[in-house]
């Protein structure tokens, strides 16, 4: 039976939440998501196809080539060391408190309701503009493939639109396609890898010597242009995260969640960062790569050929479709936790605070995701969203990764079920290094981001007693 307490053994408040005000029994009759609907394997599978190290490269190479040139390599490897410390945070913490609400959970139960609103504001945003950005991206990549193209935004709308029929169903169909479309990108990343490596350009080092083009010639990387390419590396091998978000739907979510976390983690870096050494190897004239608007397809042509560049780039907007599936997947499971922890304004929380009773999914969150990602799809442009997507990615990262410092100290003796090894290393790690990358980010992007946190925090502490003290799920929605 699941917990309806915190730690101490207290029970939540019958005021807690958008279902405050109505009778016990009625609370908890509402049904909730569906118990143990997902295996270790499924949860693994949403996650890597959350991670997608396929529509990671693709997506974000350019912006952090344009930033660091060959250097881009060094990037990604400070950002994978940046991401496993990360995701070693997210593990400990979410197997203290598994729930539906992942990290907005983590961080409200261990930096207090503020915290945690504003985790949950972050997450309402970053739903609007992270499918939207990966499914551009796509859309792109399969108007390339036709002559005269397609018109990319509503390409993009009508893929975002295929999402949100494939989420509303039951979770454990849903989990299988994701899995599926996993395994062939799993395939096209490696098969693009192994070939570019084989296909090495002389006189390019970018390991030991990284250059970047800036004004028509090549000269050495500064630290400054390095640093502003890894909040893109980051968002690339974001998602690690996503098995704590179908903790209340995977079986003995404690273990299977940590531990799919930091698997998912760990797949993610080495392929990726494979793949970008491969590629940037491989690159040949940085100046032509670096004003093409998407370098790897660049890469790709030359190390495959037309007819093998046209396969790849098929297999990579296949990728990018399983990406915003699995993306889709979690971000309504943040809204509906959200929403039924009080942490979402009344007409909000009855909104996104429940789930269909037939597939037991928060079918409302997948509306509200379409209709945004839509608007999105059809009126923003990819590098905007990219940029925008990245900084609010890495304040949360900064958030989470304070709350498992948080958790541990105020643990002292407590054993969690995910312990996270050579601590504190991975969160100090984390937190340096995601202050040091925001610090090298476009001040317009910093200034939206943090503006928007503060005007949430602003509006939390204003509300703050009428707040729920502690994020937990309810009785009825299986967590362990």
């Known amino acids: 039976m699941a917990r309806t307490g915190p730690s101490d053994g207290t029970r939540r408040p019958a005021d807690d939440g958008p279902a405050a005000g109505r009778r016990p029994e009625e609370r908890s009759t509402a049904p909730g998501l569906r118990r143990a609907s997902l295996g270790p394997l499924g949860v693994l599978a949403i996650a ?94 399969v108007s390339s493939l036709v002559p005269g193209g397609l018109p990319v935004g509503w390409l993009a709308l009508g893929m975002m639109a295929l999402v949100t029929a494939v989420s509303v169903g039951r979770i454990s169909p849903a989990g299988w396609v994701a899995g599926g479309m996993l395994v062939l990108e799993l395939a096209v990343v490696l098969v693009f890898t192994a070939v570019a490596f084989g296909h090495a350009a002389h006189g390019v080092h970018p ?40 903790a209340e ?32 190897g491989a690159v040949g004239d940085l100046g032509r790569a670096t004003a093409d608007p998407s370098p790897l397809a660049f890469v790709a042509h030359q190390v495959l050929g037309p007819a093998g560049a046209d396969v790849l780039i098929a297999g990579v907007a296949l990728a990018m479709f399983d990406t915003g599936l699995a993306a889709n997947l979690g971000y309504a499971r943040v809204y509906y936790a959200a929403a039924r922890d009080g942490m979402l304004p009344g007409p909000l929380g009855r909104f996104f605070g429940r789930v269909s009773p037939r597939s037991r999914v928060p079918v409302r969150g997948f509306l509200f995701l379409l209709a945004g990602n839509g608007l999105l799809c059809v009126f923003s442009s990819l ?16 958030l989470v990764a304070v709350s498992a410092l948080v958790c541990r100290v105020r643990r002292r003796g407590a054993r969690p079920p995910f312990r996270m090894p050579w601590w504190p290393l991975p969160p100090l790690v984390a937190v340096v290094g ?34 729920p003290a502690r994020a937990r799920p309810r009785e009825d929605d299986g967590a362990p």
Not at 90 to 116: D, K, M, N, Q, W
Request: net charge neutral.
């Open 249 to 280: 739907e995977a079986k003995g979510s404690r273990r299977t969640g940590p531990r799919a976390v930091v698997v998912a983690a760990v797949l993610a870096v080495v392929v990726e960062v494979l793949a970008v050494i491969a590629a940037t």
């Open 383 to 398: 590098d905007d969203l990219i940029t925008f997507t990245g900084v609010m990615i890495v304040i949360v990262y900064l």
């Open 48 to 141: 890597v196809s959350a991670i997608s190290p396929t529509t990671s490269v693709f997506l974000v190479y350019g912006s952090a080539l344009r930033s660091a040139g060959t250097g881009v390599v060094w990037a990604f490897v400070i950002g994978g060391v940046i991401a496993l410390g990360m995701a070693l945070c997210y593990a400990e913490a979410g197997s203290l408190f598994p729930s539906a609400g992942g990290a907005y959970t983590i961080v409200h139960r261990a930096l207090g309701p503020v915290a945690g609103g504003v985790t949950s504001t972050l997450f309402l945003l970053l739903g609007l503009v992270s499918t939207a950005s990966i499914l551009v991206a796509s859309a792109t990549y």
């Open 434 to 467: 995601v202050v040091v990358a925001l610090s090298r980010q476009d001040p317009r992007d910093l200034l939206t981001a943090f503006g928007l946190a503060a005007v949430a925090a602003a509006g939390y502490a204003a509300v703050r007693h009428r707040l």
């Open 207 to 246: 390991i030991t010597h990284p250059v970047v083009v800036s004004h028509g010639a090549a000269g050495p990387v500064g630290a400054a242009g390095l640093l502003a390419a890894v909040v893109p590396a980051l968002f690339a091998f974001n998602g690690y995260d996503w098995p704590l978000y179908f």
